[in-house]
Every structure is written in C-alpha cells, then in structure tokens.
C-alpha cells in the first residue's frame, strides 16, 4: 500500500470515528479533569503576581538574543492584560532584532504587531503585514511563527466572512499538522477550525474541534489558552444543551480563574459577553445588562473593534427581549457602524435583516426597505467580490445615512402641515434622484449582463455541436499534438506525457471533476503517477493551475447541462452547485463568475425567459 493509500485510509478511520462520535453526547468531564490537574501541576508558578517583574529584570539583565526573547516573553504576558503594555514590549523586540540582524525575533515581532492590528479591527492592516511576513525566504526555519501566520490569516477570513477561505487555510494547516506530525500545528489549526465553524453555527462541529484543540492545549502544556477555551466550550454548549449546562462550565470556568493569575481584559470581555448571552435567554435582564455594560467599559478602554458588533448585538437582544424597541434599533444602529469599520460583511447582513424588520413593526417603510435592499445585496452576493460588496455598503449606507435626516427634519418640524408637506417634497426628490441613479446603473449593468450571457451560451452551444459531430465521425482536427523538437526542448518525456494525457482524457469523459473531494493527490493516484509529473502536463497542456483546470471542467460540463436539462436548471442553486462538483456555494459562485463574468442565477434566469 502506498504512502497517500495508507494517509487515506487513516483520514477515513478518523472521519469514521468522528462519525461515531457525533451521534453521542459529547463528554465534557474527561476535559475538566485533564485541566483541573495541569492547572494544578503548575498552580505555584500560575499564583505568583511577578511574572512580569521577573521577565522584566531578565530583559535589563541581557542582551542580543536573549534580551529578544524577554521582551517577546513580555509580549505574550501582557497582550491579554494590557496592549499598550505589550506593544511597547514587542516595539522593542522588533528594534533590537532588526539592529543585531536577529531575524526569528524581527519575523515574531512583525507577527505580533500584526496580532494586535487584528484584535484592534485593523483587518487589511493585520493582513499586509502578515503576508510581509510571509515573503521571507528563511520563514520556514521558524515553524511556530509560520503556523501563527496561517492561523492568525484564518481568523480574520472568519471575521471578513469569508469563510471558504478561512476554512481552506485551516485545512491546510490540518493537513500540515497531520502529514508532519506537530502538534503545536495541529493546535492552532483546531483553534482555527472552532473559530470558522463557530461562526457558520455548526456548533457541534465547533465544539468538536474545540475539544480536538484541547487534547494538544493539555499534551503541550500551553497553560495561556485554557480559560478562553473553556470560555468557548460554555458558548458552544450552551446553543447545544440550553443554558443551565453553559452556567456550570462558568462556574467551573470562575473555579480554574481563581487557582490562576487574571486573564486579561481581552479573555474577559468575550467572556462578560457569552455570560450575558445566557442570562438574556434566562429573561435575568439586571444581570445580563451588567455583564454587558463591563464587557463594553473593556472593550471601549482597549480598543477592541472586532468586539465591538456582537457586544452591540447582544445588547440590542437584550432590549429587544425587553420590549424597548427604540434601545434595540439605537444598538443594531451601533453594531452596523461598529461591523462597517471593520468590514466584518457577515455581520452587517445580519443586522440589516434584523433593522428592517423592526423597522417595519414600527411603520417606517422607507427605513425597512432601505435595510433589506442592503440585506439582499449582500445575501445574494454571498461575499463573492469584496470590492463590489463595499460600494453596496457604501451607497446603501449612504442612503440609510439621507433618509435618518430627512427623519430627524421631520420630527423637528413636524408641528405643521406645511413642514410636512416640504418633507415630502425632499423625500420625493430623493427617491426621484436615487431612481435615476439606480435605473442608468440597473440597465448599464443589464446591457453588460446581457453580452456575456450571449457569448457564455454561444460557446456552450458551439462546444454541444463540436461534441456531436465528434461522435456522428466527423473528423475534427483540434491540434497539432507534434511537438517542433528543434524548436523548444520538451519539458518531459514525450511518451510519459502522452500516457498521462491519454489517461486525463478519460478521466474527463468519466467526469471525474464532479467529485467534490477530487484533488492533485487523489487524481495523481487515479493515474498511478506523481503530482509532479501531472502538474507539469495540466500546466502546460491544459494551460492553467489544478484548481483552474477543475473549476473550468466544472463550469463547461454546468453549462451543458444548464442548457439540455430543464429539471436541472430549475434546482436550487445549492444542488446545482453540488452536483458540478462545488462543495461550497461561495466557490461556486466564485469560479463562475471568475470564468464567465455573470453570476449563475444570472444565467439560468435568462435561460427560463429565452425558452419561456
């Protein structure tokens, strides 16, 4: 058996067992009890208070490398307590290693002011800086500083919305962890993994890798990470088994605080938050107010940005629950403004929805179209585009921002009919305006539309007939498959590349593409070559990298079947997807788009009303 047929039949025992495991309840005791007994292992070193102190005095008693690393140990002391604190301690770090030429401490530092652009909501900042990083050519000789880098891209995927990707980089790093056998690796990509599934809702899935990352947390004795995670094991559980199981693990959560030093205003905030969370469920409304009034004084006083939407979210809940419309509508107002900083894009369709429809209990129709119009164009988009995204917000923003105006002039001088009937006038010159804007904008987009539906459906119907004549004998010529030896050396053996094109070949009549795990490994497998040699023969014969290479497959056997199968075209798009051989809606779209440049809904829709 070889090597990729042993790994796979290990990955499918795993999956098998996952499987099993998932049909039961999940055991949280086993967990506690590891944790209870490492924190206890190391409860005297956990309950001194000068930590810091002693890092410190090694700082000043050093130098070179040794004095980097105090100030990289600093660093991590305080970045939960205090980022000021942490960054002084790492600006620090970044001069010294870049004056004495010390590049693991500078690639750490330029790391961890990427962290702390991240936790202040400084996403493309965070981002830019960590693919700075990632350029250096002796990278890989610090294997925790590249596996921080990739975990730290995750979750700010998690946090743009863009969660295919975010779930690519994890897989990845799984993957890297369990072909390497790291376990510090396979820690942070179950962190990673936890934090993209925790935001889908997949909360058993969360839960799952939660626990997964966990097992290396207590193996590798990583003490700093254990109250966040029994922070998210209380979240998670509580959307599982309901509120009274989540207190407990808080209380054991308050248990394991007091053997340890404080965690820190950046694990308590989300911790005050998920707290209140539970008691807004319980209708405790004193209780959840409070624990949301403190996780907002931290939030507010540290600068956490990206905390900032869920805090206002929650508290717009909170209201809710207790009937105050206009507190509710006065937070999710927050928690926009808060999410559009940070173009945390999942956020604000999310809270959009809610606006409009609070806002059409209290008979502001204007408002709650306004805000559904931003919903749609986001949920239809599903974040295919960012840039597209951003002008939608931008001018739906824009929009909501005119028509709060128009609001507050009416309230102020609503006293008489003649203020009222100027109101009216602005609104309707408004609307009049924005309609003309959007009408040039909706038919010059139409027009566009229109020429690449035509041109996409041409070639597919060109590419049907092609197929027929091929098989009713027609001799068809495509290409010249001789190669000019005096011309250009060949970038391999003639016969090996004919035996693996010959065989691709097949493989594409058999329509390998639409299975959705299908990758460079399993296909190089299914050949009986190496990923090397079929690389090179997908590079230059089909002229494009695997993924390409797939994804055009998919979407011309799509197109085939969109224009001969009626049934088919009328599935959802989820299934359309599926069956092309697209685990993800979002890459689906992508790639659809990418290659044809309309969306598919796009597509079909003209299809229906051509033959309709």
């Known amino acids: 058996m070889s090597l990729n047929q042993q790994l796979t039949a290990l990955l499918l025992l795993v999956q098998l067992s996952l499987i099993g495991q998932s049909q039961d309840k999940l055991r949280l005791e ?28 090694k700082k000043e008693n050093s130098s070179g490398a040794i004095r980097v690393q105090a100030c990289l140990d600093l660093f991590t002391c305080y970045i939960f307590k205090s980022i000021e604190l942490a960054k002084q301690y790492n600006d620090e770090a970044y001069r010294l290693s870049a004056d004495n030429g010390y590049n693991e401490g500078f690639l750490t530092a330029s790391l961890n002011q990427a962290y702390i652009l991240f936790v202040q909501g400084e996403f493309d900042t965070s981002m830019a800086l960590i693919l700075k990083v990632e350029s250096d050519t002796e990278l890989s000789r610090y294997p925790e500083t590249e596996v921080n880098c990739a975990t730290l ?146 939030i507010d006083k540290n600068n956490y940005r990206f905390r900032k939407p869920r805090a206002h979210v929650l508290m717009a809940k909170l209201y809710c629950k207790m009937g105050d419309i206009p507190k509710t509508i006065e937070n999710y107002q927050k928690a926009l403004n808060a999410a559009n900083e940070i173009d945390a894009f999942d956020v604000i369709k999310n809270v959009s929805a809610s606006l409009s429809e609070l806002y059409e209990t209290t008979g502001d129709n204007v408002s709650a179209v306004a805000y559904a119009d931003l919903h749609n164009s986001l949920n239809d988009s599903l974040f295919s585009v960012e840039s597209d995204q951003r002008i939608k917000i931008l001018e739906s923003r824009r929009k909501i921002s005119e028509i709060s105006k128009q609001k507050e002039i009416l309230e102020i001088r609503a006293n008489t009919q003649e203020e009222r009937y100027r109101f009216m006038l602005i609104v309707l010159a408004l609307t009049l305006i924005s309609g003309g804007i959007a009408a040039y904008s909706y038919f010059k987009v139409k027009k566009k539309n229109e020429l690449l539906y035509h041109r996409t459906k041409e070639l597919a119907v060109e590419k049907l007939n092609k197929k027929k004549m091929v098989l009713q004998g027609v001799n068809m010529d495509l290409t010249d498959s001789e190669d000019d030896g005096d011309s250009e050396q060949s970038y391999m053996d003639e016969d090996l590349k004919r035996i693996i094109l010959t065989k691709l070949e097949r493989l594409e009549e058999e329509r390998f593409f639409l299975e959705s795990k299908c990758s460079l490994s399993t296909l190089s497998d299914e050949l009986q070559t190496n990923q090397k040699y079929l690389s090179q023969v997908i590079n230059n014969e089909k002229k494009a990298n695997f993924n390409n290479y797939i994804n055009g497959l998919r979407i011309n056997y799509l197109l085939d079947r969109l224009i001969k199968d009626l049934d088919f075209r009328h599935s959802k798009l989820s299934y359309i997807a599926a069956a092309s051989g697209f685990n993800n809606p979002n890459t689906f779209y992508s790639a659809f788009k990418k290659r044809l440049g309309i969306l598919p809904s796009y597509f079909i829709k003209q299809l229906n009303e051509e033959e309709g």
């Open 30 to 57: 086993p967990y506690f009890q590891g944790i209870e007994k490492l924190v206890d292992k190391h409860r005297y070193d956990l309950l001194q208070d000068d930590v810091g102190d002693r890092l410190l005095a």
């Open 153 to 298: 891209k995750s979750y700010i995927f998690t946090e743009r919305g863009e969660y295919d990707i975010a779930l690519e980089t994890t897989v990845n790093l799984l993957e890297r962890g369990e072909n390497l056998d790291e376990p510090y690796t396979l820690m942070r990509a179950y962190s990673a993994a936890s934090h993209v599934y925790l935001r889908l809702g997949e909360y058993r899935k969360a839960l799952e890798n939660c626990l997964k990352g966990l097992d290396y947390i207590l193996q590798l004795e990583k003490l700093r990470y254990i109250l966040p995670k029994i922070d998210e094991i209380a979240r998670m559980t509580h959307k599982l088994e309901g509120s009274e199981k989540a207190l407990e693990i808080y209380d054991f959560y308050l248990h394991i605080e007091k053997k340890m030093t404080s965690p820190g205003g950046y694990i308590q905030s989300i911790v005050y938050m998920n707290i209140a969370d539970i008691y807004t469920e319980e209708s405790d409304f004193g209780k959840a107010n409070d624990f949301l009034t403190r996780a907002l004084v931290i």
